[in-house]
Structures are given as C-alpha cells and as structure tokens.
C-alpha cells in the first residue's frame, strides 16, 4: 500500500477547518489540523518572539492600553497571516493532486469497436 504523499494529505483535509483553526485559537493550531509541523512550528516561535519583544520593550512598568491594543494586534495579524497561507497551501495541494490523478487516467481512445 503506497503511503500518501504531502499533498495528498493536504488535499484531503478541509480547508475552512484548517483555516478556522488558524484565526480562532490561533498560534498555527489549523498547521496541526494540516500535518504541517515546519509552519507549526514558524507560527509559535513567531508568537513567542512578539511576547517575548513585548516584555523587554515594556519592562517592569504597566502596559497601557494602547500597548495591549498593539500586542493584541500582532497576535491578530500572525493568525489572519496563518489563516490566509494555510488556505492558499490547500488550494495549491489540490491542484497538484488533480493534475496527479489527470495524468495517471488512461485517455479514451476512439475507435469503431470500442
């Protein structure tokens, strides 16, 4: 039994699901949905590198709300960015499935016997 392919494996997953699951908990959880553990892992690493740029600029004072606003922001944008690229990953994965699975049907041949 041939193992299935990347793509084939992303085709075969839903694309609003993983797209949902990239915008509503955020942080890459769609990438999970998707199987796909590089961008996963690029999503979390980038969270943690605006929380972690967040707590140094802010220091040991109180974030005002404009500062809250601006972190909540870039959570936001990270996970709108995830969710427009998982949804562009699909789409691409499917059209390679389907160009696969074009070239492995056997073309119709005609003829008067057939």
């Known amino acids: 039994m041939d193992n299935p392919s990347k793509e084939q494996i992303l085709a075969a997953s839903s694309g609003w ?10 942080l890459g959880a769609g990438y999970l949905y998707q199987r ?3 961008p996963y892992f690029a999503t979390g690493g980038a969270a943690t590198a605006w929380f972690v740029l967040g707590a140094i600029l802010n220091g040991d004072t109180e974030p005002t709300k404009a500062e809250q ?9 990270i996970s709108i960015i995830t969710m427009v690229e998982s949804k562009i990953a ?7 499935v389907e160009e696969q699975l074009q070239a492995k ?5 005609g003829g008067l016997f057939r």
């Not at 699909?90 to 390679?96: G, P, S």
């Not at 049907?105 to 041949?109: E, Q, S, V």
């Open 36 to 38: 796909r553990w590089i």
């Open 69 to 77: 606003l601006i972190g909540i922001g870039g959570l936001f944008l």
């Open 90 to 96: 699909h789409k691409k994965a499917r059209l390679v």
């Open 105 to 109: 049907t056997p073309k119709k041949k």
């Open 17 to 26: 699901v993983a797209t949902t699951l990239n915008f509503l908990p955020g």
